[in-house]
């Protein structure tokens, strides 16, 4: 069965800087990508950030360009998200995609709020 599980959000401030964590298991193909999804009330779910596993080219929203970096470990099929310079906007649900080339498994959500 295939768990997709994040771990890592919270309350921080304005400028802050928060870790998220991706770790998938009971995948039964190789992955070829991951990324991280994020969602607010009454809107759609928007990319943030994909990495493709096998060389590391990675793909960002306009939005989070130059503070948000995205990284992975394809031995621990884990991705990570390092967020910096938060904005109160970036407040939201931040879900994980773990693509295989037979299936898109998502994880369950973390909620990350910036707020003073």
């Known amino acids: 069965q295939v768990q997709v599980v994040e771990s890592g959000g919270g309350l921080v401030q ?3 800087s928060l870790r998220l964590s991706c770790a998938a298991s009971g995948i039964r193909y190789s992955i070829y990508a991951m ?3 994020r969602q607010t009330p009454g809107k759609q ?3 943030v950030a994909t990495i493709i ?3 590391g080219k990675t793909n960002y929203a306009d939005s989070v360009k130059g503070r948000f970096t ?3 470990d394809n031995a621990k099929n884990t991705v990570y998200l390092q967020m910096n310079n938060l904005k109160p906007e970036d407040t939201a649900d931040y879900y994980c995609r773990v693509d295989t080339f037979q299936a898109r498994d998502w994880g369950q959500g973390t909620q990350v709020t910036v707020s003073s």
Do not use: D, K, N, Q
Request: charged letters at 15%; a neutral charge.
């Open 14 to 16: 304005p400028g802050g």
């Open 35 to 37: 990324g991280w999804y």
């Open 45 to 47: 779910r928007e990319l």
């Open 53 to 55: 596993t096998a060389g």
């Open 70 to 72: 995205i990284s992975s």
